[in-house]
């Protein structure tokens, strides 16, 4: 065995020359492996004992891509061209010995190899585009030669990867190994290296381009399909034309064009964007001081405490994962409903064709219902998802104390109570955490985990791998009024409605939001949420147009009207009854009106948030900037080539911000816009929000 770097192993075996690749944790192609790769290809190809080259790598997974961390620095030879080049060109068989995941540079070493062989649960994909790239290294060019063009479009605009089995049946994979990989590849190669003769090179070979060329609708077609999903996206539609170079150029002239196309998406803000929240949301889950003794909590059984929209949706996750949930209403009626929602959408998805009838039964199976909280007893965690009242909370924890058995934890879905309270009354703050889903909780990726003043390490370590199998991202947070998300946006929130106030229309501070690339408005998302949230029938404010919009029964989409009308399709159209509520509030309270542009309202709403997020770092609230953006991304639909709000503030410069901040707060007087000490001292550092 001779290592030809740290990260690649040359050995011959049975006359076949084994390149053993070793970068955990997932094999990326850092410059090791590229320089390993290319100077084991070249010394196989001189060496008289190998008649054939096999790759394979140790570890939980074949090559998944290349070395994303690499990207902001200074490119280091071999270029993964030239690594590709050499293959290409081998005269001897290469073989690709694949098992977990073969993604991006991966596969498309893959697909420079003449076979390739895998195990039945490998999976192979180009996720580029989630990184605001395309695959560049050939793989649009080489990919539409194996599978199709149909199958390329859909694999390189979703990035979603395909099983081995459907690469077998798409001539992807040339044989797939039930035993040893590493054996029966060795095998498979060393009776290629004995056939002699010429091996299969993917580029040459363009009969599955043929039907795309009869049908270039193909490309129109994908492009309708994704417009809405993909607004604002740059890279899907980047992918989509190197497809169409691999169909309408020659292979080399597709490669320079897949090449131009990618080094401008690389050099690009969506990319750095998105390479950055990949990082991000890998980082969110470290929790920086938890001592690395700390035990995590075993969690078989969970009890919820409220059976309706949240309750139930959090319920839905622990059934998708396995653990079984008994949901505690308080009469039977309630009960009901919650548990017939739930099977209603369970079906729904097996109807969408996403989940078996079987699977609907196993999972409709471990959710139980009961009216008694004393059958709680036995569950390792109890969430509490009733509605946003603290007394109503301290009395469910005070009866939780004394049901629950030592040990167990006990969590509140607040939104924005304080948690410190809660845990106040039970005689074990040590095991009361938050665990802040968002609505629909089955459907929303982010969970806010929220640490008390007492919360234990061991608590806090459960809660965030708890997150992991739920398939949730979670962010760690401290306690304050609306934690992380929500104390963000209601300082968006209170600058969108004093826009309105001041005279922009309100569909049109909605619009810029849009554009910005938010899924909706300001105004658009109060009236999804309900506008009676928190709203207190007895002490409505008439000056607060939210408030005078409920006592019209406006409360939003549910109701068919909030700040905007809504037809059967829930299609929403300015409402005059709103325009004029604001103009009349406006001039109750003497707010000089006037046109505002569309510039002055993104940076009056986005301005707020990045403050509050530096306010928020400041007293600790949130362990790194970078949680927030994640939070942005996953909570609220801030579009995630923009990368979140810390991002954001950083990609526009921490001096521009502040300077903007100083100026808002010089012509409204207002305190609102004062700027965070952190962000002052940042600027006066030079530094970034890190
Ligand atoms: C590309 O290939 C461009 C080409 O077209 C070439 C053009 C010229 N690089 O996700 P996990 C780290 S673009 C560096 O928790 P899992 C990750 O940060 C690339 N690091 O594990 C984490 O580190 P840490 C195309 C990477 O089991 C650790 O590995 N490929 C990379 O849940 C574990 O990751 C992709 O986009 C990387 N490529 O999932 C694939 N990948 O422990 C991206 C991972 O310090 N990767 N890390 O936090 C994935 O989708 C998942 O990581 C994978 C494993 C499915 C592989």
């Known amino acids: 065995m001779v290592a030809l770097t740290t990260m690649v192993d040359y050995n011959v075996e049975q006359g076949v020359a084994v390149l053993t690749l070793n970068n955990p944790p997932v094999n990326a192609l850092s410059q090791g492996v590229r320089q390993g790769l290319k100077e084991g290809v070249e010394k196989a190809l001189a060496d008289d004992s190998a008649s054939a080259i096999l790759i394979y790598c140790e570890g939980r997974t074949f090559i998944a891509g290349a070395d994303i961390s690499e990207f902001s620095s200074k490119p280091m030879g071999p270029d993964f061209h030239a690594v590709l080049s050499t293959m290409d060109a081998s005269a001897k068989p290469i073989v690709a010995a694949i098992h977990g995941t073969a993604l991006g540079g991966g596969l498309e070493t893959a697909l420079c190899c003449n076979y390739r062989v895998a195990v039945p649960s490998a999976k192979f994909g180009l996720p580029e585009v989630n990184l605001g790239l395309l695959p560049g290294a050939g793989g649009t060019q080489r990919l539409p030669r194996v599978v199709g063009v149909e199958k390329t479009l859909a694999m390189v605009t979703t990035g979603v990867p395909i099983g081995a089995a459907e690469a077998f049946e798409l001539g992807l994979v040339d044989q797939l190994v039930e035993g040893d990989l590493r054996t029966e590849a060795l095998a498979f190669a060393v009776a290629k290296g004995a056939q002699g003769g010429s091996h299969p090179r993917v580029r040459d070979n363009d ?274 009024p609306g934690f992380v998300g929500n104390r963000i946006l209601f300082a968006r929130q209170f600058e969108a409605a004093r826009l309105a106030l001041e005279g922009a229309p309100y569909e049109q501070v909605d619009k810029v939001l849009f554009d910005f690339g938010f899924p909706m408005g300001a105004f658009q998302m109060g009236d999804l949420a309900g506008l009676d949230l928190g709203w207190d029938k007895d002490n409505s404010n008439p000056m607060d147009v939210k408030d005078r919009l409920c006592d019209l029964g406006r409360y939003g989409q549910k109701t068919g009207a909030g700040f905007y009308d809504y037809d059967d399709k829930r299609m929403a159209t300015p409402s005059a009854i709103t325009t004029d509520m604001f103009a009349e509030v406006a001039g109750s309270l003497g707010v000089e009106r006037g046109e505002i542009s569309d510039e002055e309202i993104l940076d009056r709403c986005i301005l707020p948030m990045i403050n509050e997020g530096a306010k928020i770092l400041e007293e600790g609230i949130a362990v790194r900037a970078s949680d927030i953006d994640v939070c942005y991304v996953y909570g609220y639909g801030w579009p995630v080539y923009r990368g979140g709000p810390m991002h954001y503030a950083n990609s526009m410069g921490l001096d521009k911000v502040l300077e903007k901040l100083r100026h808002y707060q010089t012509v409204s007087g207002d305190d609102f816009w004062a700027p965070s000490a952190l962000l002052v001292s940042l600027v006066e550092k030079g530094e970034r929000f890190k």
């Open 207 to 480: 009969a599955k381009l043929q039907s795309a060329k009869e049908n270039p609708e193909i490309f129109a077609a994908t492009r309708k399909m994704l417009a809405r999903k993909t607004r604002g996206f740059l890279a899907p539609e980047y992918n989509i034309r190197c497809i169409e170079a691999a169909v309408n150029q020659p292979f080399d002239e597709g490669m320079k064009t897949e090449a131009k196309l990618f080094g401008e998406l690389m050099t690009g803000p969506q990319s750095q964007a998105q390479q950055y929240f990949f990082f991000s949301e890998r980082q969110a889950a470290k929790v920086p001081g938890l001592d690395k003794a700390t035990e995590e909590l075993p969690i078989t059984k969970v009890g919820v405490i409220g059976g309706g929209l949240m309750g139930g949706g959090i319920s839905m996750n622990f059934a998708n994962a396995g653990i079984p949930v008994t949901i505690v209403e308080t009469n039977q009626p309630a009960l009901d409903r919650g548990l017939g929602t739930i099977r209603k959408n369970y079906e729904n998805t097996a109807r969408k064709g996403r989940l078996t009838a079987e699977a609907v039964e196993q999972r409709c199976g471990l959710v139980t219902g009961t009216l008694d909280m004393a059958d709680l007893a036995d569950c390792d965690l109890i969430i509490e998802a009733v509605f946003e009242n603290m007394a109503v909370k301290k009395e469910i924890f005070t009866r939780l104390d004394g049901i629950a058995k030592p040990g167990a934890i006990l969590a509140s879905n607040t939104s924005a109570l304080d948690l410190n309270e809660i845990a106040s009354v039970t005689s074990r703050p040590e095991s009361v955490i938050g665990l802040h889903f968002f609505s629909p909780a089955n459907v929303m990726k982010l969970l806010e985990v929220v640490r008390g003043e007492k919360t234990s390490d061991a608590v806090i370590k459960t809660g965030m791998a708890l997150a992991k199998r739920i398939k949730k991202v979670a962010i760690l947070v401290g306690v304050c």
